[in-house]
């Protein structure tokens, strides 16, 4: 039930109105100038206001600029008895929904109030989730304030606003399913299902029976009929998990059954309709695999609508204290482990590591080092334990150091391969002789010992 603002001066049209509204459901405040409006707006919720163009001695669209204002985002209908072009161009670029003209068709007038209500809704919630993003919050369980996930919600914000098919691309571990969940409660498919299925987790032979479903008796063993997952998602949204690993054989299956949302269960004469929203993901690169011929090109085309691309871990770093604690409140309370945090040693350790495994393989290594840990924080000592983890620099240098390093080993190389020959080693670093000169006396290099071993 949605609360409804009308603003007329004519007592009989608020009447006529008001009965109107009240038998669609909707409940109903009336005012007759823009001062009762105005009042009424302060003390009672308003999620759509229809307003007449022309008050007694009032403007009735600075009265919907005003409230506008009061409550942003709030659609307004111009009710007026003056219908112009000219008047509906200035009604809608002063920011109304729409506007109908006196005598309006009740079914009409109905109609523009549904559609009204429905775009309003839809302004909030995006309006909410940007909200989120600019204040590096997660939405549901994505955790991040970086530039790169704060550029993912967007585009799920984005997505969010249409029907069109999303394809999720990432590396695993990047959190693809959570981001599919999270487009669809960002969706008008909320309140419907979610049904997700992993392409490569399911053998060729199952994989049909498990998408279509299948009727009694339609081979050994199918003793009764089962609802195919595609079925299950009328209303929703149907995530494609790996759909890279989809055999080529049901890949033309699945592209028939989403061109005409429909199709037959094994061993089924009636056809099933579905209304769907699909959502695909791979953590391989679907024009390379159909540069092998491993994937058809015409389904590609069908859900690669919209692109989200996910960062990996690497490209995120600056989230991975963010996680880390996230994951820290969560394990440690299952645990009943009373940790409180890290170690600047272990920030520093977990900083310097490229995590292949992404945020699942962060979540699993901060899970072991609760398991193993006896102390209030986590040290250094117990993360990163694992002996495939081995590429981590333990004794990662500050930066001034690491780069005085680097510039004692190049000068180094530098004299060796000019055999100390200052002209020519100043051209190949394009420095000038005497900057050449002083960064060798910072390091107490002499040309002449280069020369001698030339």
Same mark, same amino acid.
């Given at each position: 039930?949605?609360?409804?603002?009308?603003?007329?001066?004519?007592?009989?049209? &608020?009447?006529?109105?008001?009965?109107?509204?009240?038998?669609?459901?909707?409940?109903?405040?009336?005012?007759?100038?823009?001062?009762?409006?105005?009042?009424?707006?302060?003390?009672?919720?308003?999620?759509?206001?229809?307003?007449?163009?022309?008050?007694?001695?009032?403007?009735?669209?600075? &009265?919907?600029?005003?409230?506008?204002?009061?409550?942003?985002?709030?659609?307004?209908?111009?009710?007026?008895?003056?219908?112009?072009?000219?008047?509906?161009?200035?009604?809608?670029?002063?920011?109304?929904?729409?506007?109908?003209?006196?005598?309006?068709?009740?079914? *009409?007038?109905?109609?523009?109030?549904?559609?009204?209500?429905?775009?309003?809704?839809?302004?909030?919630?995006?309006?909410?989730?940007?909200?989120?993003?600019?204040?590096?919050?997660?939405?549901?369980?994505?955790?991040?304030?970086?530039?790169?996930?704060?550029?993912?919600?967007?585009?799920?914000?984005?997505?969010?606003?249409?029907?069109?098919?999303?394809?999720?691309?990432?590396?695993?571990?990047?959190?693809?399913?959570?981001?599919?969940?999270?487009?669809?409660?960002?969706?008008?498919?909320?309140?419907?299902?979610?049904?997700?299925?992993?392409?490569?987790?399911?053998?060729?032979?199952?994989?049909?029976?498990?998408?279509?479903?299948?009727?009694?008796?339609? /081979?050994?063993? *199918?003793?009764?009929?089962?609802?195919?997952?595609?079925?299950?998602?009328?209303?929703?949204?149907?995530?494609?998990?790996?759909?890279?690993?989809?055999?080529?054989?049901?890949?033309?299956?699945?592209?028939?059954?989403?061109?005409?949302?429909?199709? /037959?269960?094994?061993?089924?004469?009636?056809?099933?309709?579905?209304?769907?929203?699909?959502?695909?993901?791979?953590?391989?690169?679907?024009?390379?695999?159909?540069?092998?011929?491993?994937?058809?090109?015409?389904?590609?085309?069908?859900?690669?609508?919209?692109?989200?691309?996910?960062?990996?871990?690497?490209?995120?770093?600056?989230?991975?204290?963010?996680?880390?604690?996230? /994951? &820290?409140?969560?394990?440690?309370?299952?645990?009943?482990?009373?940790?409180?945090?890290?170690?600047?040693?272990?920030?520093?350790?977990?900083?310097?590591?490229?995590?292949?495994?992404?945020?699942?393989?962060?979540?699993?290594?901060?899970?072991?080092?609760? *398991?193993?840990?006896?102390?209030?924080?986590?040290?250094?000592?117990?993360?990163?334990?694992?002996?495939?983890?081995?590429?981590?620099?333990?004794? &990662?240098?500050?930066?001034?150091?690491?780069?005085?390093? /680097?510039?004692?080993?190049?000068?180094?190389?530098?004299?060796?391969?000019?055999?100390?020959?200052?002209?020519?080693?100043?051209?190949?670093?394009?420095?000038?002789?005497?900057?050449?000169?002083?960064?060798?006396?910072?390091?107490?290099?002499?040309?002449?010992?280069?020369?001698? *071993?030339?």
């Amino acid at each position: 039930m949605a609360h409804i603002l009308v603003v007329d001066d004519d007592y009989n049209i &608020l009447q006529v109105l008001r009965m109107r509204l009240v038998s669609d459901g909707h409940h109903v405040t009336t005012a007759s100038d823009a001062a009762e409006a105005l009042a009424r707006s302060k003390t009672d919720r308003v999620d759509l206001a229809l307003i007449d163009l022309k008050l007694k001695n009032e403007d009735g669209m600075a &009265l919907m600029e005003t409230l506008c204002h009061q409550i942003p985002g709030l659609p307004v209908i111009i009710l007026t008895a003056y219908g112009s072009i000219d008047t509906a161009v200035a009604a809608m670029k002063r920011g109304a929904y729409t506007y109908l003209t006196k005598p309006f068709d009740g079914h *009409a007038l109905l109609a523009q109030v549904d559609k009204a209500l429905a775009q309003g809704r839809l302004s909030t919630e995006v309006k909410q989730l940007r909200r989120l993003v600019r204040d590096s919050y997660r939405f549901d369980n994505i955790i991040g304030n970086s530039t790169a996930i704060q550029h993912v919600l967007e585009q799920v914000s984005q997505a969010a606003n249409t029907d069109a098919s999303v394809y999720i691309e990432g590396n695993s571990g990047t959190g693809k399913e959570l981001i599919a969940k999270s487009l669809h409660l960002a969706s008008s498919r909320r309140d419907g299902p979610f049904v997700a299925i992993n392409c490569a987790a399911i053998p060729e032979t199952l994989l049909e029976s498990e998408l279509f479903g299948y009727q009694k008796g339609a /081979f050994t063993g *199918a003793n009764r009929d089962k609802k195919g997952l595609l079925a299950e998602a009328d209303g929703g949204t149907f995530f494609l998990d790996e759909i890279a690993d989809m055999p080529p054989t049901m890949q033309v299956k699945l592209l028939r059954a989403l061109e005409e949302r429909s199709f /037959f269960p094994l061993g089924g004469s009636d056809t099933i309709q579905v209304d769907i929203r699909i959502i695909a993901a791979s953590n391989k690169s679907l024009e390379t695999e159909i540069k092998k011929g491993a994937f058809r090109e015409d389904l590609f085309y069908r859900i690669h609508v919209i692109l989200i691309k996910l960062p990996s871990l690497r490209e995120r770093k600056e989230d991975i204290p963010l996680l880390a604690h996230h /994951f &820290l409140d969560k394990i440690s309370l299952a645990m009943d482990k009373p940790i409180k945090g890290f170690t600047p040693a272990a920030l520093k350790k977990m900083m310097a590591y490229d995590w292949p495994g992404n945020v699942r393989e962060l979540e699993n290594t901060i899970e072991c080092a609760v *398991a193993m840990s006896d102390d209030a924080v986590i040290d250094a000592g117990v993360i990163l334990r694992n002996p495939m983890q081995v590429s981590i620099d333990e004794n &990662l240098k500050p930066f001034k150091d690491a780069k005085e390093s /680097f510039e004692r080993r190049y000068l180094i190389q530098l004299m060796e391969l000019t055999r100390g020959n200052i002209s020519q080693a100043a051209k190949l670093a394009g420095k000038y002789r005497a900057d050449l000169y002083a960064l060798l006396k910072k390091y107490a290099l002499n040309p002449t010992d280069f020369r001698s *071993a030339g």
